[in-house]
């Protein structure tokens, strides 16, 4: 992330949107269950809501600094904080009941590898867990507020056959102010 993502990111405005308005929308009409996985964590905007939410909380964030910091922040609650790549989890399969990207697919390098998130996801998501995401789309204001930073997005009219692709099933996907959300589905005959 550059600097202006990182100011913005770690602000009280962000931390106030995500608790009061974007949490909401995206967990709407979702079930958590009891261990729920958050990928790129970044400085934690969602992290100690999401803790509120579900009993156990596992955060993983590519940027050590980011990780270090934000597991210093969680110590003694139910969320615990790991450094790693949502392009290889470092996790045993079917350990989480659900998921949850926020802002973070686009700064995966590419488009393979956000297929290869995708299909991490699903590996690590129990039979009937859910993967929740919200992301931007392309456009210029987002590759300038990007600029010295990674920003692949994803196409929203792409993104339900790529989680397809990956395993899921009942691909939902809708957009409101700026950005859109996806839910998806591990069936519970995996």
Not at 22 to 50: C, F, M, R
Not at 80 to 86: E, N, S, T
Not at 125 to 131: E, M, T
Not at 164 to 188: N, W
């Amino acid at each position: 992330m550059n600097a202006l993502e990182t100011w913005f990111c770690g602000s009280a405005l962000w931390r106030y949107v995500t608790r009061r308005q974007l949490l909401p929308w995206v967990l709407h009409g979702s079930q958590l269950g009891d261990h729920l996985l958050e990928l790129g964590a970044g400085p934690g905007a969602a992290t100690l809501e999401l803790a509120q939410r579900v009993p156990r909380v596992t955060s993983l964030e590519y940027d050590h600094a980011f990780a270090a910091r934000l597991g210093a922040r969680v110590n003694h609650s139910n969320a615990r904080v790991i450094q790693g790549d949502a392009a290889a989890l470092p996790f045993a399969d079917a350990l989480f009941s659900s998921a949850i990207a926020i802002l973070m697919l686009h700064h995966l390098k590419s488009g393979e590898l956000q297929d290869r998130a995708f299909s991490e996801i699903y590996r690590v998501l129990r039979p009937g867990g859910v993967f929740l995401a919200f992301d931007i789309p392309d456009g210029w204001t987002h590759r300038i507020a990007h600029i010295k930073s990674t920003f692949v997005p994803v196409d929203p009219a792409t993104a339900m056959g790529r989680l397809t692709a990956a395993g899921f099933s009942k691909v939902a996907l809708d957009s409101r102010s700026g950005g859109f959300r996806i839910r998806a589905l591990r069936s519970r005959e995996s």
